[in-house]
DNA sequence: GCAAGGTC
């Protein structure tokens, strides 16, 4: 018997379909001599630190460095307790006794690195020893599925795929857990401060824009406008040059020879200058495009769209939803008219389905190589009747970007006026002489450009036309906007653009900051870490964000590059290069991050100390208020009262035993001081300890 | 209590 393992369930239950192995069992279906089983993405993962003895977080633990990794089986969190996720644990027993009776195995994971990972760690987690080939497919037309069956590979064909893929999984594991730990422990283990190869860059792309965007001093300019009236149309024109300052920009306002200082025909047109300008259609979405329009339109979270994506995916009613490519095969293409002539009904787009079935389709979309894992998002051929608002939304934006994409170009024509009147003015109109693809949603181009005027009324060179009003205008340079969810998307997709390097932008350019699957994740992880905050659309730093930017800014594992620099040497492994010398490499710098981060994280003290303001607590021996004085160079705070007794605390201070607490009790004695609030936001009650002149605060958060 | 990567 053959046994055939995909990565999740829809595509094993497409393969079988093929086969025409209709018999369904639990977790696998059968027939034809062959059976079909599925994972549910990763049921298997990098053993947690406590599998190498690392309990709990601390500091001679560090750095964790496992000689060998070991492999378990996916967790749950059931009541705070780590336990094997159940569905897992049976799918993993199905697929355990289909691989002990098999023959041979058939691996149908995704055609990725991903997929042959997940497809490696079951296998060797299983301790499986039956041979297998691999199936290389990116679309699951019957046509692409049959072909892929006669060109099985053997299975060695992809060891080195299989290495890459374990040396990106495993230094994942040992640079993100190891500056996790380091960080937290160092700034007094009181909250998780979590670090990673995606998720650091992000925030400092965040905090460094919010930065930006803060300090940002905005320059004044000035310009001149002019109406001008041709055949009692009246247009705009503005003054060619701008002007740093007023008076000069003074001066050109009152050369303006308009009829107001006497001149009937003031403005002279020196030149009209129309070109037609072609826009092409915008490619099909991939998840990302799809999360930054639903994001744009009507302001869900990356997170949301994914989650009515995969919603609409189950029901069959779009294909898979997390894609990383926007194009698609000729197998695909071969479907398309079909597809289009099922949103003939659509309310908003139904026309211009219909237009589409007497048109030649545009084929920019059609493109077998720059299809990755999956083909880009496509309605399937299923009619949805009723769905909820929500995932109507998506729907819409998925089958209306199908128009768009195979939709003709759309044709504008731009109009330039040049004027002379005192000084030189010009005059911008933008016209849309055939719509295409934009009649699919016909919404509004936002991205006019300033001044810019609806239409312009015809106007031949070297007519003189009357001005018949001037303007001096005052205007500002505008910093960089914030980020928000679409903007946050994309630069994680494209921040390899800004890299020099042609290959590394080469290697960036195809993964970007995370993938298409895990993007919306890694914002929800900042957030759930206080690292960030979503404000409106705006995704804003938190005080804590910012002040781990500032400790982690300059360092590697902030920079965006170092994706593109692991990606690079992960394609040299795939390529055969040496495993031993990245896996080295990893771990010299697991040991100095860890070095470094535990050395700057002592700053983050701060955070959680209490603000104390004067008067707030009353020394309980003098009745006076308190003043607190900070040493910022020491690193230290101290707190003191108005009498004999010195009242104090330092940020550095080691935290007391019970036995120490204790002693001080029995000589002194205690105040507690209830409900102080850090910066970071966490709660503490304080204890105030007297002791032979002395007294200590002890702070300890709430609820932990 | 940690990463990033899948997917339900």
């Given amino acids: ?142 046509e692409a599925i049959k072909n892929g069956f006669r060109n099985l590979k053997p299975g060695s064909e992809y060891d080195t795929l299989f290495y890459s893929a374990q040396c990106r999984s495993e230094s994942d594991w ?28 992000t925030l400092a792309m965040i905090c460094a824009r919010y930065l930006e965007n803060k300090n940002f001093i905005p320059q004044i300019y000035y310009q001149i406008a002019i109406f001008l009236n041709k055949d009692g149309q009246v247009f705009k024109a503005i003054s060619v040059k701008n002007f740093d300052k007023q008076e000069a920009a003074q001066k050109v306002f009152d050369q303006v020879k308009d009829v107001a200082s006497g001149f009937t025909n003031g403005g002279d047109i020196l030149n009209v200058e129309v070109k037609p300008r072609k826009e092409q259609p915008p490619l099909l979405h991939d998840l990302s495009s799809l999360q930054q329009e639903a994001n744009k339109r009507k302001g869900f979270t990356a997170d949301q769209t ?47 389905a219909a237009f589409l079935q007497t048109v030649k389709l545009n084929k920019r979309c059609v493109n077998v190589k720059k299809v990755t894992d999956h083909h880009a998002l496509l309605p399937t051929s299923n009619k949805p009747t009723y769905l909820p608002a929500d995932q109507q939304v998506i729907y819409d934006l998925i089958a209306g970007r199908m128009l768009e994409a195979f939709h003709q170009e759309c044709i504008k024509e731009l109009t330039k006026i040049s004027i002379e009147s005192g000084s030189a003015f010009v005059a911008n109109g933008t016209v849309v002489q055939s719509p295409g693809w934009r009649a699919v949603f016909n919404q509004a181009d936002n991205e006019k450009e300033d001044e810019e005027n609806p239409t312009l009324p015809k106007v031949v060179k070297g007519e003189a036309l009357p001005v018949e009003k001037k303007e001096l205008l005052e205007k500002q340079t505008k910093p960089k906007s914030l980020y928000n969810e679409a903007s946050l998307l994309k630069a994680m997709e494209t921040s390899g653009k800004e890299i020099e390097d042609d290959e590394l932008r080469q290697a960036m350019k195809d993964t970007g900051l995370g993938t298409p699957a895990t993007r919306a994740s890694i914002i929800e992880t900042l957030i ?31 920079q965006a590059e170092l994706t593109g620099l692991w990606e690079k040497r992960l394609e040299e492994i795939r390529t055969g290069a040496s495993v031993s010398d990245f896996k080295n490499e990893i771990r010299e710098y697991a040991r100095t991050i860890t070095k470094e981060l535990l050395d700057v994280g002592r700053g983050l003290n701060e955070l959680f100390t209490p603000e104390l303001q004067e008067g707030d607590v009353l020394c309980p021996l003098c009745k006076k208020g308190i003043v607190r004085i900070t040493d910022k160079a020491a690193g230290c705070s101290a707190y003191a009262s108005g009498c004999k007794f010195v009242i104090w605390r330092t940020m550095c201070e080691k935290k007391l035993t019970d036995e120490e607490i204790m002693g001080l009790i029995a000589t002194g004695k205690t105040a507690v001081i209830k409900g102080f609030k850090s910066k970071a936001g966490n709660v503490f009650d304080a204890s105030l300890l007297l002791s032979e002149g002395k007294a200590h605060f002890v702070f300890e958060p709430k609820g932990e």
């Fill in 1 to 142: 018997m053959k046994v055939v393992i995909a990565e999740k369930p829809s595509v094993a239950k497409e393969l079988a379909k093929v086969f025409g192995a209709t018999t369904v069992k639990s977790g696998y279906m059968e027939g034809k001599g062959y059976t079909f089983t599925w994972a549910f993405g990763h049921l298997i993962q990098l053993a947690a630190p406590e599998a190498y003895g690392f309990k709990g977080w601390k500091l001679e633990n560090l750095p964790m460095l496992p000689e060998r990794f070991k492999l378990a089986v996916k967790q749950n969190k059931v009541n705070g307790v780590m336990k094997d996720d159940p569905g897992v644990v049976k799918q993993l027993n199905v697929i355990r006794d289909l691989f002990e009776s098999a023959d041979e195995i058939i691996v149908a994971t995704d055609a990725g690195r991903e997929g042959e990972l997940i497809f490696r760690y079951i296998y060797y987690h299983l301790k499986c020893k039956k041979p297998f080939r691999r199936l290389w497919i990116s679309s699951q037309t019957d």
């Fill in 174 to 201: 040992i640079v993100g857990l190891n500056a996790t730990q380091a960080l937290s422990i160092a700034a007094g283990n009181r909250s998780v401060l979590s670090m990673g190869r995606v998720q650091t860059p």
């Fill in 306 to 352: 994914l989650g009515l994506a995969q919603t609409l995916y189950e029901s069959k009613l779009i294909t898979y939803p997390r894609t990383g490519s926007r194009y698609i095969g000729d197998d695909v293409f071969a479907e398309i008219p079909g597809l289009v002539v099922n949103q003939s009904e659509h309310p908003i787009f139904g026309k211009q």
């Fill in 528 to 558: 759930k870490r206080d690292y960030i905050k979503r404000e409106k659309k705006n995704l804003l730093p938190s005080e804590k964000g910012l002040a781990v930017y500032d400790l982690v800014k300059d360092k590697q594992i902030a």
